[in-house]
């Protein structure tokens, strides 16, 4: 971990928050990105109070310049990238019937855009220095479905073929790309925020506060896949409370 440049993406909160404080505070020079700009500033200066590394830039993760600049950043900062932990995510659940197309498209722009403007922002620097990590959070919806998640879990099953696929490729290609997926359950984050479906938010709301755990679990979990000697890929990790039944 030490000295490892890493970015993160939906780093203003919940997952990517917990993720920047504990990389940083094991060496790790870190890299954030997501919209709320003021959040990332304060996460910031928080690293670097408690004697870590850390910048930070506004990006939208559904702009491919966004992501480049994030890119670049971290390049112009620490002269590196080693890590790419795309996070950014969002999940205002609904049924079908319920119509609420505009979220329909939000989830794709972000869960599913998202990720692929953040591999093409890295992937050249990664395929030119033969090495380099990939982590991607998607979703236990991402494994089996849900009643409310068609949109939201077909976007994270999306992350979970194409993290894959990018395993696969990089192994031939001898590029030693090394890929994580984080498949989480009930994690106590600002993603029920956006489920504007009263009845969804309701009953979301009801799971997380039964068996909901703290962000700093998905954390640790991605610290250990960055630990892993270079010859190691551990690629999905399913992680929830234990007293939920998924």
Same mark, same amino acid.
């Given at each position: 971990?030490?000295?490892?440049?890493?970015?993160?993406?939906?780093?203003?909160?919940?997952?990517?928050?917990?993720?920047?404080?504990?990389?940083?505070?094991?060496?790790?020079?870190? *890299?954030?990105?997501?919209?709320?700009?003021?959040?990332?500033?304060?996460? *910031?200066?928080?690293?670097?109070?408690?004697? #870590?590394?850390? *910048?930070?830039?506004?990006?939208?993760?559904?702009?491919?310049?966004?992501?480049?600049?994030?890119?670049?950043?971290?390049?112009?900062?620490?002269?590196? *990238?080693?890590?790419?932990?795309?996070?950014?995510?969002?999940?205002?659940?609904?049924?079908?019937?319920?119509?609420?197309?505009?979220?329909?498209?939000?989830?794709?722009?972000?869960?599913?855009?998202?990720?692929?403007? #953040?591999?093409?922002?890295?992937?050249?620097?990664?395929?030119?220095?033969?090495?380099?990590?990939?982590?991607?959070?998607?979703?236990?919806?991402?494994?089996?479905?849900?009643?409310?998640?068609?949109?939201? #879990?077909?976007?994270?099953?999306?992350?979970?073929?194409?993290?894959?696929?990018?395993?696969?490729?990089?192994?031939?290609?001898?590029?030693?790309?090394?890929?994580?997926?984080?498949?989480?359950?009930?994690?106590?984050?600002?993603?029920?925020?956006?489920?504007?479906?009263?009845?969804?938010?309701?009953?979301?709301?009801?799971?997380?506060?039964?068996? #909901?755990?703290?962000?700093?679990?998905?954390?640790?979990?991605?610290?250990?896949?960055?630990?892993?000697?270079?010859?190691?890929?551990?690629?999905?990790?399913?992680?929830?409370?234990?007293?939920?039944?998924?």
């Amino acid at each position: 971990m030490q000295g490892k440049v890493i970015i993160i993406t939906g780093a203003s909160s919940g997952i990517g928050e917990a993720s920047a404080k504990l990389l940083a505070s094991r060496g790790a020079r870190v *890299v954030l990105g997501a919209r709320r700009e003021d959040r990332l500033k304060t996460l *910031v200066d928080e690293i670097r109070s408690a004697g #870590g590394e850390a *910048v930070y830039q506004a990006l939208d993760v559904t702009r491919q310049a966004d992501n480049d600049a994030l890119v670049k950043l971290a390049r112009d900062s620490f002269g590196q *990238v080693d890590v790419i932990f795309l996070n950014a995510g969002v999940m205002p659940s609904a049924p079908l019937s319920a119509l609420k197309t505009d979220d329909w498209h939000e989830m794709v722009d972000i869960n599913i855009k998202g990720v692929l403007n #953040g591999v093409a922002a890295v992937l050249p620097t990664f395929t030119a220095q033969k090495s380099g990590q990939v982590i991607a959070t998607s979703s236990v919806a991402g494994l089996k479905a849900y009643p409310n998640s068609a949109v939201y #879990g077909g976007t994270k099953w999306f992350v979970r073929e194409f993290m894959e696929v990018l395993r696969i490729e990089s192994a031939m290609e001898g590029t030693n790309i090394r890929t994580s997926t984080i498949y989480p359950a009930a994690i106590n984050t600002e993603l029920l925020n956006a489920i504007s479906d009263e009845g969804t938010a309701a009953g979301m709301a009801a799971l997380y506060k039964a068996h #909901g755990i703290s962000p700093e679990r998905i954390a640790a979990v991605v610290a250990f896949a960055i630990e892993q000697p270079a010859d190691t890929t551990v690629s999905e990790f399913t992680v929830g409370p234990t007293t939920q039944p998924w």
